[in-house]
């Protein structure tokens, strides 16, 4: 895991919880969330798109074990790693977009960037 936050989850919840936002971002591209958590998602998924840069099976295999839906290891490996392969890292953008009005908590826009 990336960062020590523990986001007030058990560790099995917590990755439960960070691999299906992983693979609901990697599918759409953005995604609104908490900062906190945004600042543990984008690491997770920097280091899928730089697996699928590798494009081998064993990076296959890993990636397949993370995501939780095959269909998003295809987009990754197919769409996203050949967008990406003349950067080398730096994929996601986290912007604050101020605090949410129920708690306050503060939230962010995680998106890919758009290639040159």
Known sequence: MPGTRKLGKTTDQRMAML?????DFLDH?????TFTRAKEIAPLAE????????NTLASRRQALAFITREDVVTKVF???????ASRDGGYTRITR??????????MSVLE????N
Do not use: H, W
């Open 47 to 54: 280091k899928m798109i730089t697996l699928g840069k590798k």
């Open 112 to 115: 890919l960037v758009a290639q």
């Open 29 to 33: 591209g953005r995604m609104e969330t």
């Open 97 to 106: 977009t101020g605090p949410r009005r129920g708690d306050a908590a503060e």
């Open 78 to 84: 197919n769409e996203l790693a050949p967008r990406y």
């Open 19 to 23: 691999r299906q936002q992983v693979t």
